[in-house]
């Protein structure tokens, strides 16, 4: 099998695994048990806590966990806008995020809330000059992902940062593509709010964490016990927090490491792609985008048909993101970089991970390319384009 869908979900790694494993046997007490078994698990999901701070910058005091990246998400959006009711609701996002925070917008907005959905640039970038202009008296919150997970576009973070400090406004980025891949000092970057989750960086599903900047009052989501000083309730998923706490420990000690492999694997990969199939092109920023994205298009394909041909072949990939696949509908992202409907349709995510190899690389190119072919060989379409190219008297094809 190459696995090839790691903005889906990662491999959980190994050392991972290990930390994780006492949790789950002799290490099971709860954390707030005031005997030593439990304060033994109050001190792993403690240094856990230290060690994701410490890869943002920030205090471990700082971080929050939850259950995923959605629930993080929900939390800093809904809760914001909550607390902030007498002062104004209108929030601003964009157009590409992810279903997490578009879905929790919409339902802000039958509660009351206005929402400005800022577009991108062909490349998949917010337009900060219409994030400016957007800013009303009664924003109080600005939310726009980090990465984009489809296309894995990196947002200029640090000037949205600027923007919602001059204004005072919150600003929340939904960071769980980007968090261990790239970067993300939260304090120079001005972010108030940050949500990730562990399964996208080799750690287990089911964890996520809320970065709360000391200082911004944000008010419980999830009530009932004293848990992370009673502001996210229900007893810690310890061995998950461990599990997530080294994951982001490993991805610190590897980012520099990882993200120039990955950069030139995918460079590889986008290099052989656009220039051996013809009709093909590349969605998102060449450049400002995660080491291991790569998002294509392919003219006269199906994405869907692609992605099952490439499965019989034992390769993983995705179209469009897992949550728009299953249902039939372009993706929201494709079309907001200004693609049609059939190219959008023809799309494949090829997203690489810490364990992808120079030859799983070759062999995926070539099954793309012989199923590109395939299913356009089969396309009335495409028979119909080509006889449009011929050149008329000639009986020549047309060559790529
Ligand atoms: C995966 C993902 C989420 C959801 O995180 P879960 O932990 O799977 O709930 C949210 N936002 C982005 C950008 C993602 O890629």
Redesign the pocket.
């Given at each position: 099998m190459i696995y090839l869908d790691n903005?889906?979900?990662t491999r959980m790694a190994p050392q991972v695994r290990e930390a994780m494993l006492p949790c789950l046997s002799e290490r099971f007490g709860n954390p707030s048990s005031l005997y030593s078994l439990g304060t033994k698990s109050r001190e792993t999901v403690d240094e856990a806590r230290k060690a994701i701070g410490q890869i943002l910058g920030a205090d471990g005091e700082e971080i929050y966990f939850t259950g995923?990246?959605?629930?993080?998400?929900n939390w800093a959006l809904k809760s914001a806008a909550l607390d902030q009711k007498e002062r104004g609701r209108h929030i601003i996002t964009s157009k590409i995020?992810?279903?997490?925070?578009l879905h929790t917008c919409r339902y802000l907005e039958e509660q009351g809330y206005e929402v400005t959905y800022l577009d991108v640039d062909e490349w998949g970038i917010v337009k900060l000059s219409q994030l400016e202009r957007a800013i009303r008296r009664d924003t109080v919150l600005i939310s726009v992902?980090a990465?984009?997970?489809e296309i894995g576009t990196i947002q200029p973070l640090g000037k949205i940062g600027q923007i919602a400090g001059k204004h005072g406004i919150l600003f929340h980025t939904?960071?769980?593509?980007a968090f261990g891949q790239i970067p993300l000092p939260v304090k120079k970057l001005g972010i108030s709010l940050l949500?990730a989750?562990?399964?996208?960086i080799y750690g287990p599903?089911?964890?996520?964490f809320l970065y709360i900047k000391k200082g911004v009052g944000l008010s419980s989501f999830i009530h009932g016990g004293a848990q992370e000083k009673g502001r996210r309730a229900g007893t810690e998923n310890t061995a998950g927090i461990a599990g997530f706490g080294r994951a982001a420990e490993l991805a610190g000690e590897e980012m520099k490491e990882r993200g120039e492999r990955e950069r030139k694997l995918r460079d590889y990969l986008i290099r052989r792609v656009l220039g051996e199939i013809p009709y093909s092109r590349l969605n998102g920023h060449p450049l400002q985008r995660l080491p291991g994205n790569s998002n294509f298009s392919f003219r006269f394909v199906e994405g869907e048909a692609l992605l099952i041909l490439l499965d019989m072949e034992g390769i993983c990939v995705s179209t469009g993101?897992?949550c728009t696949s299953g249902s039939s509908q372009a993706s929201h992202v494709l079309l907001a970089l200004g693609l049609s409907d059939e190219t959008a349709h023809g799309s494949l995510r090829v997203t690489l991970g810490r364990e992808t190899t120079g030859a799983e690389i070759d062999r995926t190119v070539e099954a793309i390319k012989r199923n590109v072919a395939k299913l356009r060989s089969k396309s009335p379409a495409y028979a119909d384009f080509l006889a449009r190219q011929r050149p008329r008297g000639s009986s020549r094809g047309i060559r790529f």
């Open positions: 903005a889906a979900t995923s990246g959605t629930e993080a998400d995020e992810h279903h997490a925070v992902m990465a984009n997970n939904d960071a769980v593509q949500s989750s562990a399964h996208k599903k089911g964890v996520g993101s897992a």
